[in-house]
């Protein structure tokens, strides 16, 4: 079954600090790969994706991500981090190959920034 | 903007009734999905609308059911509510086939 971990919880850096957080996900395919954020209380913003081609993807707001398919990785990754980022991301999969739009999401991480 | 409107917003019911929850798709879009998040937890996934039908569902029990209307806009209903339906219920809306989905702000459910 397909299935998307998020190894940490909860995530604090400075401002101006890089940041990458992590999402592995299980898929016997090529999957179709997403991360969203979500402000307290709000829907869930498309950050980037990923269905083919160029590995590293980019995103809205400066955000990146690398997909690793020897490690089963979908990292996202931003260079430096402002108080504005503070939210909760979390990484998704394409069910059944994707195409279809339905979603299976990681449990998610908490990002909170320090000045 | 994602152009994916849901209402209400937020709606408080008692343990047993009923409740319709609303979703307006995108422009251009033809497919509703539905998602519950618990607090703290990531969206999980309900069932799929496709030309007013269902396409898909998700571990969620039959007292959880949908429809679809001509204008691709959708209903979430819930039957003898109980107290875990408390959550935040996500509309998304997509083309069939971009496997690109776009969602809406969310309704705040409180079971009491």
């Known amino acids: 079954a397909q299935s998307v971990t998020q190894p940490d919880i909860h995530i604090t850096v400075s401002e101006g600090a890089s940041l990458e957080l992590r999402c592995n996900y299980s898929?016997?395919?090529?999957?179709?790969l997403f991360w969203y954020v979500q402000s307290p209380g709000q829907g869930l913003q498309l950050l980037l994706k990923y269905f083919s081609g160029d590995t590293l993807v980019q995103g809205i707001k400066g955000f990146e991500a690398e997909f690793k398919r020897s490690q089963s990785s979908f990292n996202l990754r931003k260079p430096s981090v402002h108080w504005s980022d503070a939210a909760e991301y979390f990484c998704a999969v394409g069910a059944d190959g994707g195409s279809q739009g339905n979603l299976i999401f990681g449990k998610g991480t908490k990002l909170s920034v320090k000045p | 903007e994602t152009g994916v409107t849901q209402s209400p917003t937020h709606l408080i019911k008692t343990r047993g009734q009923q409740v319709t929850l609303r979703c307006s798709s995108q422009?251009?879009?033809?497919?509703v999905s539905w998602y519950q998040q618990a607090l703290g937890q990531g969206p999980q996934f309900i069932f799929q609308y496709y030309r007013e039908e269902e396409n898909g569902r998700g571990n969620f029990p039959p007292r959880f059911s949908g429809l679809q209307f001509p204008n691709y806009s959708s209903e979430l209903n819930v039957n003898a509510l109980e107290l875990d339906d408390s959550a935040l219920y996500l509309c998304?809306?997509?083309?069939?086939?971009?496997?690109?989905?776009?969602f809406g702000q969310g309704t705040r459910l409180t079971v009491v």
């Open positions: 898929y016997g395919a090529t999957p179709y």
């Open positions: 998304a809306s997509s083309l069939i086939g971009t496997g690109l989905a776009f």
């Open positions: 422009s251009g879009h033809n497919t």
